[in-house]
């Protein structure tokens, strides 16, 4: 359907354009660029288009987020332990909430489409992995949260004596954005493979 379509590319347009206005990297601005392209190469698979809806939605949400992070709530906030609080409490949310849109996907396709598009109902081969993938970043986003608690402990009252055994915890706030960054371009590659897959099998229907 040509509004489902125009949604889906219309909020990857504006992811692209969230992410430019955050400090990233030329490799995370290729994300949202391959959802655009996704976007437009499955302008006759509706099943698809809302797959890639869901991944544009929180990626844009996700980069409104970070913006009001650094220009806003980190002005105000100078200790790192709360900084990193919000950062991965957010990460967590936005994680959460990925999952929620996969899992509830045929509900908002009724809605979306008001029940008049059969395609999205089919199956999609990259559902199964991508729920796996985006567990997959819940885990690190609360694991990465976990840590900053037992990086601080001395913060929360405990003996700093005992506290700073655990001062050297940081693998999971070092390699951040490297664990995060594995799973969701995995889940840009099965979104394609996905594509591929209901294209050569079955014609698409509308």
């Not at 992995?129 to 970043?137: E, R």
Request: proline fraction near 2%; glycine fraction near 2%; aromatic fraction near 14%.
């Amino acid at each position: 359907m040509k509004s489902l379509f125009n949604l889906a590319l219309l909020t990857s347009i504006v992811a692209t354009v969230s992410v430019s206005f955050v400090s990233v990297t030329i490799l995370e601005l290729l994300i949202p660029i391959a959802l655009i392209i996704l976007v437009l190469l499955s302008k006759d698979d509706v099943n698809s288009q809302l797959l890639t809806l869901c991944f544009t939605f929180v990626f844009t949400v996700s980069a409104v987020a970070l913006f009001i992070l650094k220009t806003v709530v980190f002005q105000f906030v100078e200790s790192y332990f709360i900084q990193n609080i919000y950062a991965f409490s957010i990460q967590l949310t936005l994680s959460l909430l990925m999952l929620f849109l996969l899992k509830h996907r045929m509900t908002i396709a009724v809605i979306l489409t008001k029940g008049k598009s059969a395609s999205v109902f089919e199956k999609n081969y990259a559902e199964g992995p991508l729920y796996f993938l985006v567990l997959t970043m819940v885990f690190i986003d609360f694991a990465a949260l976990m840590e900053n608690f037992l990086r601080n402990l001395e913060l929360l009252g405990l003996n700093e004596e005992t506290a700073k055994m655990f001062w050297e915890v940081t693998f999971f706030f070092d390699y951040f954005a490297y664990l995060k960054a594995v799973p969701i371009f995995l889940c840009v590659l099965l979104l394609y493979i996905g594509l591929i897959v209901r294209t050569k099998r079955q014609p698409i229907q509308n």
